[in-house]
């Protein structure tokens, strides 16, 4: 590359002071490696497409401490709010319901009469059943 210096009038002269080479460096292909998943890559071209492939990105060392910096602050965040203080809630005492005042749903009801007897089904199957006996009763009304 070539300088230039211009002086108060307008000149310009050349201050070039290193003989530059002009010939280009061509960067040799990767070696063929093992990625972490086990493919073995040979080449930038398959290294692109293995990384599109699984969805991951390439980083260098500029983005390592770009993330690094931003977890960091996230960290002093976090930090921050845990340092706040909580402010304290009334408490009172809380009415406990006897299971005999416990009245239950007429839905309820269908599925304890329906089960009555029978091995317990698993969840999915008690929730099919509890909507099927609301759809139930629904009709009837």
């Known amino acids: 590359m070539r300088r230039w210096v211009y002086d108060k009038e307008g000149n ?15 960067q040799p292909d990767l070696v063929e490696f093992r990625s972490t998943d086990g493919a073995i890559i040979s080449g930038r071209a398959q290294w692109r497409e293995h990384l599109a492939r699984t969805g991951q990105v390439e980083m260098g060392h500029s983005d390592i401490r770009a993330n690094q910096e931003k977890w960091k602050k996230k960290k002093e965040k976090f930090s921050e709010k845990l340092n706040v203080p ?3 809630v009334e408490t009172r005492p809380v009415d406990v319901l006897n299971s005999r005042d416990y009245e239950m749903s007429r839905i309820h009801k ?21 909507l099927e006996t609301a759809k139930d009763l629904a009709r009837r009304r």
């Not at 003989?19 to 061509?26: A, E, L």
């Not at 317990?120 to 008690?126: E, H, S, V």
């Open 110 to 130: 269908e599925v304890a009469n329906h089960l009555e007897g029978r091995p317990q089904p698993d969840r999915k199957t008690l929730i099919k059943m509890t």
């Open 86 to 88: 909580v402010p304290q």
């Open 12 to 26: 310009s002269r050349e201050v070039t002071t290193a003989n530059i080479d002009w010939n280009h460096y061509v």
